[in-house]
């Protein structure tokens, strides 16, 4: 019978209660309940937990007073040290890290696992799109905003707001998965109310799927099937810190006045005309052109909800006591919030973020930080109940992983409450964060960074207290989007180099497990150009050799919609100038070069084979998913560094040129057989290698390795 028994090693900062809590446990029972079992101490703060029968386990490690690991999975006998680390015998007492240690045995390729059991989500790789503007399959649920709309020659209102959906989603997902993506990242589903809404970061009701991207036979729960069915994992994308300006439906009101009775200056009542808003701004596609139903909402509004459509009967505003309609009338009072009267059970009290706060951590995290983005009270159990339990029907109903926006808008163990209950809900759930920094990002480390460790992005993968020391604290289990890496692409691969990227990934160890970090070269609000607002502009080969970098690098490679093919090249990110529409943007429609017309010819672009190429390999390759970096050197036009993952007995030389052909010589590594997955060359080290890389290309030599991967292209070759 086989037996498996698991060391733990307890972190300083850590209770000395110590509990493993397991599941999907092999051969035995299958799960504990939080905070599961409690561990042996053995003495010199190493702990010990026997399971008889098992051979296989994934489990997390915690002291039932709010620390806690990472998910870990186990197949053999093995003690987990404070920083971290598996050994598979007692590791030594404390002395300092040695390089990489000849491994023992050595796999060549991983076979490809069904999507159950892909536990590990450094195995995947992220398509991220916004679903209203990938790919529309439903015209009948497009939808004009308010704000921003664009009008054609003929004065004819055109690409509505909300036009991607799940239907024409569910359509492309072949596309996306042909592109060798295994997971994709959506915006937030959940109903919105803003004036420019489509992309679902202004939450109106949590609880409800937003009606303008479902179809009767495309709901939520069919797009999260049939990307299964396909091997593809569903990453939600979710706001905890603030909800719309209206409140939230059922929970909480926000004083307004209805928007249909809204007349700007030098119009009269009942005559606006708006594109698809004619007579007044009220919701078009709504019966009586209200903006909210909330059932929490005064008498006298909810009895203006339910008729009057025209906006034109008089209606006392009952704060002033003006009778509206009334061109002109304070626009404060249907599009603004008074900070002085939200209900305290539901939203903090000190007013709007302004220009100091933004690196202060205090203001950051209890001021509202826009007019549409109103601050959670989210310390408050009503908010945490809420919020939790409507967030965790969607893991029961099959999504996969999740992305928190605006992480450094809550205070960190605040926001570990939600992220914890989400993966006790959901064991082995992955939850990664967004915290927009500019920069490094070492907060008080240094580095010119003028903000505070505690809005910082490794701030909330540590447990740790103190601001200058990452290793105060072990592993959140809650790593980030990699906005350190992403800022330095400014003056690296956007300038033809990767000169400073050793600078970045030297600081790899502030992190609680670098490898959990989302990897990408741009979003829907960042670019690596200049004061990071742009669509990346610079020539295709940068970005072939970006790629190359993030697919070979640590951390788990995110790729932007439209990235494949340059799509908007050099445009903002979002609405810059004015009068600019969507089309104009970053975030325009993607489907015009999804149909069936075009998509071959969206399929022969140069980065689309190329990304597809570095998915094929990385998907080949445990090294390159799961493995820190070391043995890293770089000299601006080129790099090289190993991916040693001991666990899997995976281990790769990668070597890197950008800009022109690079020779790259590496010592002190395993003696043996070592194939190009790029070129195919095979190569015999006896403990040196030393091979000659391509322009704007790269060299993955495996060791025991299964050869070419894939045909070659513009760039891999
Ligand atoms: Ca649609
Ligand atoms: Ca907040």
Redesign the pocket.
């Known amino acids: 019978m086989p037996n498996l028994t698991i060391h733990f090693e307890r972190p300083a900062t850590w209770a000395e209660t110590i509990y493993i809590h397991y599941w999907n446990a092999q051969h035995g029972s299958a799960a504990s309940t939080w905070p599961g079992i409690r561990m042996e101490a053995q003495g010199n703060n190493w702990y010990r937990c026997q399971f008889v029968g098992v051979n296989a386990l994934h489990c997390v490690f915690n002291d039932g007073h709010g620390k806690q690991t990472a998910d870990q999975f186990r197949s053999s006998n093995g003690w987990y040290d404070a920083n971290g680390q598996w050994s598979a015998t007692k590791p030594a007492p404390r002395k300092p890290i040695a390089h990489s240690s000849t491994p023992v045995s050595r796999s060549v390729v991983s076979h490809s696992p069904s999507l159950a059991e892909r536990a590990d989500f450094r195995e995947e790789t992220i398509y991220f799109l916004l679903t209203t503007r990938f790919y529309d399959g439903d015209p009948t649920n497009n939808f004009f905003c308010r704000d921003r709309i664009e009008f054609n020659s003929a004065g004819q209102p055109v690409d509505p707001h909300w036009r991607g959906d799940f239907k024409g989603l569910i359509q492309r997902l072949d596309y996306i998965r042909d592109l060798g993506f295994t997971a994709i990242w959506i915006t937030p589903p959940v109903e919105n109310r803003s004036g420019l809404d489509y992309h679902g970061y202004h939450a109106y009701d949590w609880t409800r799927i937003d009606p303008r991207l479902e179809s009767p036979d495309a709901t939520y729960q069919h797009l999260i099937d049939a990307a299964h069915a396909r091997g593809i994992k569903i990453i939600q994308d979710v706001v905890v810190?603030?909800s719309c300006q209206y409140g939230i439906r059922g929970q909480v009101h926000i004083d307004h006045l209805p928007i249909k009775y809204y007349v700007p200056h030098g119009s009269e009542p009942g005559r606006v005309n708006h594109g698809p808003y004619q007579g007044n701004l009220g919701n078009y596609a709504w019966e009586n052109r209200d903006d909210i139903d909330n059932p929490l909402a005064p008498a006298w509004y909810q009895e203006r909800h339910s008729r009057d459509p025209e906006g034109i009967e008089p209606l006392i505003d009952p704060k002033t006591g003006e009778t509206i309609p009334k061109a002109g009338y304070n626009p404060g009072r249907f599009f603004g919030v008074d900070a002085q009267m939200l209900d305290p059970n539901w939203y903090?009290q000190d007013g709007f973020i302004c220009g100091g706060d933004w690196e202060s951590t205090n203001p950051l995290?209890?001021k509202h930080l826009a007019g549409d983005c109103i601050?959670?009270a989210?310390e408050r159990p009503n908010v945490k109940e809420y919020l939790i339990n409507a967030i965790n029907r969607y893991l029961d109903m099959g999504v996969d992983a999740l992305r928190i926006d605006t992480v450094k808008?809550?205070e960190r163990d605040n926001l570990l409450e939600y992220v914890n209950a989400w993966k006790t809900h959901k064991p082995g759930l992955f939850v990664f964060g967004e915290n927009l920094v500019k920069g490094y990002g070492w907060g008080d480390l240094g580095g010119g960074d003028n903000g505070p460790s505690q809005i910082r992005p490794w701030w909330y993968t540590r447990l740790g207290d103190d601001p200058r020391n990452p290793e105060s604290g072990g592993d959140s289990g809650f790593p980030q989007l990699d906005f350190g890496l992403f800022s330095t692409f400014r003056d690296t691969v956007s300038k033809g180099t990767y000169a400073g990227t050793a600078h970045i990934l030297g600081m790899d160890w502030i992190y609680g497990d670098v490898t959990q970090l989302v990897t990408f070269l741009q979003n829907h609000d960042v670019g690596p150009d200049n004061d990071f607002k742009y669509r990346f502009k610079g020539e295709q080969w940068m970005a072939a050799a970006a790629y190359n970098l993030i697919w070979t690098a640590r951390g788990i490679p995110c790729l932007y919609y439209g990235e494949e093919i340059e799509f908007m090249k050099g445009a903002p990110q979002d609405i810059e100038g004015e009068r600019d529409t969507l089309s104009q943007t970053g975030r325009a429609y993607f489907g015009d070069h999804l149909s069936d017309d075009t998509i071959a010819t969206t399929q022969a672009h140069p980065l689309y084979r190329h990304i597809q190429r570095l998915n094929l390999i990385r998907r080949a390759i445990p090294a390159l998913q799961k493995a820190q970096m070391t043995h890293l050197a770089e000299w601006g036009s080129g790099m090289r560094f190993v991916r040693d993952h001991a666990a899997s007995g995976s281990f790769a030389v990668v070597g890197l040129a950008i800009g022109s052909a690079q020779q790259i010589a590496i010592d002190g590594i395993p003696a043996g057989i070592y194939r190009d997955a790029v070129t195919g060359a095979e190569l015999h080290s006896d403990g040196h290698l030393s091979f000659s890389v391509k322009a704007n290309s790269a060299g993955i030599y495996v060791f025991n390795g299964p050869g070419k991967i894939g045909d070659d292209g513009v760039y891999l070759r």
Request: hydrophobic fraction near 20%; avoid cysteine; charge should be negative.
């Open positions: 810190n603030h903090h995290q209890q601050d959670l989210t808008h809550v």
